[in-house]
């Protein structure tokens, strides 16, 4: 009876200390998201103008220069350039980009650029949610940021030098897109 007892109360202690995982996790993130509203509303006056906001379940485009054209369709497709940060409140560590002047005004290195514009169907992709709602509606010409919390990036897991549920920011240059 008293094994049963002892089995019992360890039990309870594992489903509150989840339980009390689950609270952090979802307090990184609610933290990560109002730092990304706090800088959406730093950045979101340009000189005389302000700025677009577009969001889309978890992602957060900020519209720096509006494009022309047909807007993404979440089954279209779409070629850009890129960058991709880790989001400390600004964009902090740049850890991926083919996007040329970016790399050299930052001293990003690495031993086989790849300078070529990504290109990719978005029914077909596996690009990490936030990316992927981020992008739905760009237009040909577009120069925007998209910012998400870890929920909608890598989650639980570390990706490179990308800490697990970290927020992310990419930098992106919309090329061209088509919905065809």
Not at 78 to 97: E, R
Not at 102 to 127: H, Q, R
Not at 145 to 160: A, D, P
Request: include cysteine; glycine fraction near 10%; charge should be negative.
């Amino acid at each position: 009876m008293k094994s049963k007892i002892r089995i019992s109360a360890l039990l309870l202690m594992c489903l509150a200390g989840s339980a009390c995982v689950k609270e952090k996790l979802e307090a990184t993130y609610s933290s990560q998201e109002s730092k990304i509203d706090s800088y959406i509303e730093k950045n979101r006056v340009s000189g005389t103008d302000t700025l677009r906001v577009v969001r889309n379940g978890g992602s957060n485009r900020l519209v720096r220069k509006e494009g022309e054209g047909e807007e993404l369709d979440p089954q279209g497709s779409v070629s850009f350039y890129y960058a991709g940060y880790i989001f400390t409140g600004s964009a902090s560590t740049m850890f991926v980009t083919n996007h040329q002047s970016t790399a050299e005004s930052s001293g990003w290195s690495v031993t086989d650029p790849d300078y070529e514009i990504f290109e990719i169907n978005m029914k077909d992709t596996e690009l990490i949610e936030g990316l992927h709602k981020g992008l739905v509606g760009v237009r040909a010409g577009e120069e925007c940021e998209i910012m998400f919390s870890g929920k909608y990036g890598f989650g639980n897991k570390t990706f490179g030098i990308i800490p697990a549920n970290s927020a992310l920011l990419y930098k992106i240059w919309v090329v061209g897109v088509s919905n065809d």
